[in-house]
């Protein structure tokens, strides 16, 4: 029985290891594995019993007290690793550490995340096999990285056609985005896609964009080059509702209409239009105007009324000949500080524009701000009938030029629930009861912001020109700001800098000679002389 009592603890620990593995590998049989496991702790327990006398001796020797020190040690670290692991399972930290961040979400999107009100459930159908999955799928941990109200899932429509019946999914690589009884649903793997996606069944409602018409104006259905077809997709794409708006037969403007667009009109606006954009503007309404060079549009002095000169000249800037474009076609790379214009990087053409400039006298409350400006090499010609273009001192202005100018002022405006009301009072009181009542009513004004945008030009968010570098960025940039949307957005793709070496001839020669020839005999020189030294020794 000796040996039993000298081998009982490791027959013990094999009998736990034993259970353990068939738990592990055959979880069928769980029964047989408890039962292994507890003659295994019985065996632990006998072995303590039998040997009690020799493990009191141990307790006092030197070498066990040094060692449970080390075991305590150990325990205790590996108790600090196993919470700390825990901890940063919960709340862990990304940083992404490429010189673009393409691996990060933009800030407009985390910001769209970061304020989600309610949780989205993101059903992403991609089959095992789509190349575009672990883009998809990436994406998305960025998005419920930002936020714990972003839930996805990836499902393969191959294995499970019940949820492909359900969501009605014909295409491989579509994504379902679910808040509430909304739903949107993208078929690519975008950043701007997802976010708008988002934004789209997460907003109460959409906002209708009216385009003037009548003048001249380009059309929003007209998809060749002039035309804004391309505008009126992305606008609807980030979930607002595009209509074209005829002002000369309505003297009232419509109720739904969040902002009004003026598209480079050539013709004249009618009297009755201009007093409908007043009082549109007046009761708290946003206009971006776009008014081109050399057309008859009536517009300069109604805007002159807000602080807002329109110039009677051309922009010529010779940095734009350097970029591929021609001198009439100015580029604005630096932006003034507004909100329209944060984190916004990228250069704007503006194909045959006039300026835009901010006179030295505004209506009271009236806050105007330049919001792009052309470089000091450009000029605002004034003599457009010339054949050949050059900068004359004293007539032309020298750059920078303003091509844009944003504006907002305070108004105030009565309630429509209490006007009504107040109407209805009126109609009912008696006639000598009329102006008590009506003043009793009366509804209370209250305060909205005017907002206004004035660009010198229509062309460069035409089809042709508004995917030029940040074009058709800047013009929904404005829309947001102007509707006060700042959460829509467009993104800029981001792109993968290429990292290359330029070489001259000699550079290639003389790093082929430093790696193939001089390095190798280099080490070969310090070997031999190691080798020679402990010779002699």
Avoid at 32 to 46: K, L, P, T
Avoid at 401 to 406: E, W
Wanted: neutral net charge.
């Amino acid at each position: 029985m000796n040996w039993l009592k000298n081998y009982l603890n490791y027959i013990s620990l094999g009998l736990l290891a034993l259970a353990i593995v068939i738990l592990s590998v055959w979880p069928q049989y769980r029964t047989v594995a408890w039962i292994v496991g507890a003659v295994g702790i019985v065996a632990i327990v006998v072995y303590m019993i039998v040997n009690l006398s020799e493990l009191k001796e141990g307790l006092k020797r030197r070498s066990f007290i040094y060692s449970s020190n080390m075991l305590l040690i150990i325990v205790l670290v590996l108790a600090i690793l196993v919470v700390l692991n825990f901890f940063l399972a919960k709340h862990h930290y990304r940083v992404d550490f490429t010189a673009s961040k393409i691996h990060s979400l933009s800030e407009q999107s985390v910001s769209v995340v970061k304020n989600l009100k309610q949780e989205v459930v993101i059903k992403a159908f991609f089959r095992d096999s789509n190349v575009s999955r672990q883009t998809m799928e990436s994406l998305l941990r960025n998005y419920a990285y930002h936020s714990s109200r972003v839930k996805y899932e990836f499902i393969d429509p191959d294995k499970n056609p019940g949820l492909v019946k359900k969501y009605d999914v014909t295409q491989d690589g579509t994504t379902v985005f679910e808040c509430g009884d909304k739903e949107n649903r993208i078929t690519t793997t975008s950043e701007e896609d997802v976010t708008n996606a988002i934004i789209k069944v997460t907003r109460a409602s959409k906002k209708v964009i009216c385009f003037l018409e009548g003048h001249g104006e380009n059309s929003i259905d007209d998809t060749g080059d002039v035309g804004f077809s391309t505008a009126k997709t992305e606008l609807e794409k980030i979930g607002y509702e595009v209509k074209k708006l005829s002002l000369a037969l309505s003297d009232n403007f419509p109720k739904d209409c969040a902002l009004l667009i003026v598209p480079g009109p050539r013709k004249g606006l009618l009297p009755n239009e201009l007093e409908t954009l007043k009082n549109f503007l007046k009761s708290g309404g946003r206009v971006l105007f776009m008014v081109d060079p050399e057309t008859s549009s009536g517009l300069e002095t109604f805007l002159a009324d807000y602080g807002i000169k329109l110039e009677n000249d051309l922009v010529v800037d010779t940095v734009s000949r350097l970029l591929g474009g021609d001198y009439f076609m100015p580029v604005v790379t630096e932006y003034e500080s507004h909100d329209i214009t944060k984190n916004f990087r990228y250069a704007t053409f503006f194909p045959l524009a006039r300026s835009v400039e901010i006179s030295e006298t505004k209506p009271e409350g009236m806050t105007l701000s330049n919001l792009a400006r052309t470089s000091a090499n450009s000029w605002a010609e004034k003599q457009l009938d010339k054949t050949e273009v050059t900068f004359d001192q004293g007539k032309d202005r020298q750059g920078p030029i303003t091509l844009a100018v944003v504006g907002s002022q305070k108004v105030e405006v009565k309630e429509e629930e209490k006007e009504k009301k107040a109407d209805e009072n009126k109609e009912k009181a008696e006639p000598g009861e009329e102006k008590a009542e009506t003043k009793k009513d009366e509804a209370p004004a209250t305060s909205r912001e005017a907002r206004l945008a004035v660009f010198g030009d229509s062309d460069f968010i035409a089809n042709k020109y508004y995917n030029l570098s940040g074009n058709g960025n800047f013009f929904l940039n404005t829309v947001n700001w102007l509707t006060e949307e700042a959460d829509l957005i467009s993104i800029q793709p981001r792109t993968r800098a290429p990292r290359s070496i330029s070489l001259t001839p000699s550079q290639g020669r003389f790093l082929m000679f430093l790696s193939i020839i001089l390095l190798p005999v280099a080490v070969l020189a310090a070997g031999l002389t190691i080798w020679a030294r402990r010779r002699s020794l």
